[in-house]
């Protein structure tokens, strides 16, 4: 489809790939490390991430050729963070959320077949789900992301599918059953759950966020804790109940 399409500049596509080859948490990656990430040619990589430095989209960490992302992407992070009033609005009562039940919770949009997490607070417990602003994680195997999914009208559910099933591949038809499952719980039950699917030792429940006004997008909540303290019970008969309070708090609105 790119190829078909005229305004499509495909420099530009490959700087940003190289830009979102970077992971949360990462420091610092080579030519090398970037071009096995992103499938281009390393000669390629190499006059992109020049570039990418010059334009102060990189910074290259003295000679030895270890690239970092550069403060020019905080200033364009931070405005697309400003973009979402609700952001600003939920911050302060997933705070409290987070301390009163002693889970994490996160506000998530959906970027492809991922959620982005726009959002995290984590209650002061030893041990919490470590993930943060910028995290991406699966839409089809988390809490989060059925949560996001469930919510949407049928519509545009459909149209995700092709997407989540390149995404998967051999996967897919196992994934998509638990998709469909986690539609009628939502329906039935008011959340979604993923328990132990993501990441084996936490718990998690969602919930679906509508869009606050016309044109922005819809979002999700979750709330989540560690195996350990928290089993399916609690998930369900405590935290779940309590993060939908939380979502008629951020959005009012009938459940």
Same mark, same amino acid.
């Given at each position: 489809?790119?190829?078909?399409d005229?305004? %499509? ?6 700087g940003?790939?190289?830009?979102a ?6 420091g ?11 499938g ?6 190499s ?7 010059r334009?102060g !989209? ?17 200033? $364009?992070?931070?405005? =697309? ?7 600003a609005?939920? =911050?302060?009562?997933?705070?409290? %959320?987070?301390?009163a039940?002693?889970? *994490?919770v996160?506000?998530?949009? /959906?970027?492809?077949?991922?959620m982005?997490y726009?959002?995290? /607070? ?8 470590q993930? *943060?602003?910028?995290?991406r994680?699966? $839409? ?7 949560a996001y999914?469930?919510?949407l ?6 149209a ?6 390149a ?15 986690? /539609?009628?719980? !939502?329906r039935?039950?008011?959340?979604t ?9 936490v ?13 922005q997008?819809a979002?999700?909540l979750?709330? *989540?804790?560690p195996? %350990?303290?928290?089993?399916q019970?609690?998930?369900?008969? =405590?935290?779940?109940p309590?993060?939908?309070a939380?979502?008629?708090?951020i959005?009012?609105?009938p459940?």
């Amino acid at each position: 489809m790119q190829q078909e399409d005229r305004q %499509f500049i495909t420099a530009l596509a490959r700087g940003l790939e190289v830009l979102a080859a970077f992971r949360p948490g990462e420091g610092t990656l080579s030519n090398q490390e970037l071009a096995r990430r992103t499938g281009l040619p390393k000669s390629t990589v190499s006059r992109l991430s020049h570039t990418l430095t010059r334009l102060g !989209y990189l910074q290259q960490d003295g000679d030895g050729g270890q690239y970092r992302l550069g403060l020019a992407l905080l200033a $364009l992070g931070t405005a =697309a963070l400003a973009g979402y009033d609700v952001r600003a609005s939920a =911050a302060p009562l997933m705070r409290e %959320f987070a301390l009163a039940n002693n889970v *994490s919770v996160s506000l998530a949009l /959906c970027d492809g077949s991922d959620m982005v997490y726009l959002e995290t /607070c984590r209650s002061q417990a030893r041990v919490s789900v470590q993930l *943060s602003t910028g995290s991406r994680v699966p $839409l089809a195997t988390t809490a989060i992301g059925r949560a996001y999914f469930a919510g949407l009208p049928q519509a545009e559910r459909e149209a995700l599918l092709p997407l989540l099933a390149a995404r998967h591949g051999a996967d897919w038809p196992a994934l998509e059953t638990r998709l469909r499952q986690a /539609c009628a719980d !939502y329906r039935l039950r008011g959340y979604t759950a993923s328990f132990g699917e993501y990441e084996p030792d936490v718990m998690a429940v969602g919930i679906h966020l509508p869009a606050l006004l016309p044109g922005q997008p819809a979002m999700a909540l979750n709330a *989540s804790g560690p195996a %350990f303290a928290f089993d399916q019970t609690a998930m369900r008969e =405590a935290v779940a109940p309590a993060l939908r309070a939380l979502r008629l708090r951020i959005v009012p609105m009938p459940a």
